[in-house]
Structure formats: structure tokens, C-alpha cells
């Protein structure tokens, strides 16, 4: 984000789905940005899709399914 543009808190909480079988690898990840601050939405998903679809290699890695999502200043908002 631009230093205007910069958040007040940012966290990222993942849950993640696991296979019954041993060795229980993960299936699916959920993905969910915490943000708060006087940020553009445009800007914030944009940084959002860079991050997963271009800067994560750990997703991609894993082989697994993923949704996302993010809570701008308390509102919820599905990526995918």
C-alpha cells in the first residue's frame, strides 16, 4: 500500500480442512485478511489477489484447494 494508504492493524487467520486418512494432508485452506484503516477497497483486493495468485508459493505448494476473504473495518467481503 502506498504510506497513505497503509493500515492501521492487518492480520491474516487461516483454518484449514484435513484429510480423514493418515497422513491427514490438508484439502482445503480458508484464507481470511484483517484489515482496518481508510484504505480503498479496489487497492485492498488488488493486493489480496497479488499476494495469492503471484507472491504465495506456500499455497501453491501444498497442492490444496483455497477460498479467501477479507473484513474491511469490521465488513466481510468473498474473493473466492
Same mark, same amino acid.
Given at each position: 500500500?502506498?504510506?497513505?494508504?497503509?493500515?492501521?492493524?492487518? %492480520?491474516?487467520?487461516?483454518?484449514?480442512? %484435513?484429510?480423514?486418512?493418515?497422513?491427514?494432508?490438508?484439502?482445503? #485452506?480458508?484464507?481470511?485478511?484483517?484489515?482496518?484503516?481508510?484504505?480503498?477497497?479496489?487497492?485492498?483486493?488488488?493486493?489480496?489477489?497479488?499476494?495469492?495468485?503471484?507472491?504465495?508459493?506456500?499455497?501453491?505448494? #501444498?497442492?490444496?484447494?483455497?477460498?479467501?476473504?477479507? %473484513? #474491511?473495518?469490521?465488513?466481510?467481503?468473498? #474473493?473466492?
Amino acid at each position: 500500500f502506498p504510506s497513505h494508504d497503509t493500515p492501521l492493524t492487518f %492480520r491474516i487467520e487461516i483454518e484449514g480442512e %484435513r484429510a480423514d486418512e493418515e497422513p491427514k494432508k490438508f484439502t482445503h #485452506l480458508k484464507v481470511l485478511y484483517l484489515i482496518e484503516g481508510e484504505i480503498p477497497k479496489d487497492k485492498v483486493v488488488r493486493a489480496i489477489e497479488l499476494s495469492v495468485d503471484k507472491y504465495c508459493s506456500a499455497i501453491h505448494s #501444498l497442492g490444496v484447494s483455497y477460498s479467501y476473504a477479507y %473484513r #474491511l473495518n469490521g465488513e466481510l467481503f468473498n #474473493l473466492r
